[in-house]
Nanobody
Framework: VLLVESGGGQVQPGGSLEVSCAAS????????MGWFRQAPKKEREFVAA????????YYADVAQGRFTVSRDNAKNTVYLLMHNLQPEDTAIYYC???????????????????WGQGTQVTVSS
């Protein structure tokens, strides 16, 4: 499975940005997609996840109420729409793929088996 993120960039505090992740390859067994982020000198942290079937969503506390994860099954693409961005949201954002059966849309990096290359999001005035 190949994952390609896009849509990162620089935004002012309080602004919005949407990043996307297109999946290709052996996606027939896909169960869920997750979004993680990693800031300099910090560990990779869970942001949100969504299942392909049913569209169940899961959010980290840091994302609840500000971020929305969605998917377009026909395009094999997931999105992360981020509102009210703050400097502490600056990080590389990664999408990740969880295979089924037995897949999970969990908060641990180990729950996912394929990763994208990441896209930089910078929040700065």
């Amino acid at each position: 499975v190949l994952l390609v993120e896009s849509g990162g960039g620089q935004v002012q505090p309080g602004g919005s940005l949407e990043v996307s992740c297109a999946a290709s390859g052996r996606t027939a067994s896909s169960y869920a997609m997750g979004w993680f982020r990693q800031a300099p000198k910090k560990e990779r942290e869970f942001v949100a996840a969504i299942t392909w079937i049913g569209g169940a969503t899961y959010y980290a506390d840091v994302a609840q109420g500000r971020f929305t994860v969605s998917r377009d099954n026909a395009k094999n693409t997931v999105y992360l729409l981020m509102h009210n961005l703050q400097p502490e949201d600056t990080a590389i954002y990664y999408c990740a793929h969880s295979s089924g059966p037995g897949g999970v849309a969990g908060p641990r990096p180990g729950d996912y088996d394929f990763w994208g290359q990441g896209t930089q999001v910078t929040v700065s005035s």
